[in-house]
T-cell receptor, first 113, second 112 residues
């Protein structure tokens, strides 16, 4: 069984630029959630996708957007990058039904300069 | 407003002894709680969970206790092993949203 994978591992962008992060969910999982983890803090929920539709959103501005594809892989897009967007971005997948556990990928470390 | 709080940033225990990690929450709607372990440069790894209809769940060396009236849960690791050294996050969810609210984490160090 393949776990959750994310790409790239690290990324450096300049303020004002746009970035796309990618996630492949665990086999059989149809729900993908994205989290932002700033240094020294716990992950914060950005949004979730279920069957290619956004299915819940945390307290993040619209410049954070996403997509889910028919194979349940997902993208996180961030426009007009700000310095405070520097963080570890985590993708988590879950299978739905009666299982509430989410399984996380290794994350993408984004640095905005 | 932090809805899930882990008030101890760090904890150090001797190998073989019990590790107790604590977590408090404020949102009465939370009905599912999870513990994750995180090593550097890796994503959080699911450890154990508990539904609000239970007060205890056990899996090997890991036991989670839930006190709903106190809005408090704890993770017990017995016996602690050096490989348990990591950051532990408490997380909460409600109504099956799968949109977790995390605490800020507790760094556990198990001394050989």
């Amino acid at each position: 069984e393949t776990g959750v994978t994310q790409s790239p591992t690290h990324l450096i962008k300049t303020r004002g630029q746009q970035v796309t992060l990618r996630c492949s969910s665990q086999s059989g999982h149809n729900t993908v959630s994205w989290y932002q983890q700033a240094l020294g803090q716990g992950p914060q929920f950005i949004f979730q996708y279920y069957r290619e539709e956004e299915n819940g959103r945390g307290n993040f501005p619209p410049r954070f957007s996403g997509l889910q594809f028919p194979n349940y892989s997902s993208e996180l897009n961030v426009n007009a990058l700000e310095l405070d967007d520097s963080a570890l971005y985590l993708c988590a997948s879950s299978s739905g039904g009666n299982s509430y556990e989410q399984y996380f990928g290794p994350g993408t470390r984004l640095t905005v300069t | 407003d932090q809805q899930v709080k882990q008030n101890s940033p760090s904890l150090s225990v001797q190998e073989g002894r019990i590790s107790i990690l604590n977590c408090d929450y404020t949102n009465s709607m939370f009905d599912y709680f999870l513990w994750y372990k995180k090593y550097p440069a890796e994503g959080p790894t699911f450890l154990i969970s508990i539904s609000s209809i239970k007060d205890k769940n056990e899996d090997g060396r890991f036991t989670v206790f839930l006190n709903k009236s106190a809005k408090h849960l704890s993770l017990h690791i017995v016996p602690s092993q050096p490989g348990d050294s990591a950051v532990y996050f408490c997380a909460a969810d409600y109504m099956g949203r799968r949109a977790l609210t995390f605490g800020s984490g507790t760094r556990l160090q198990v001394q050989p």
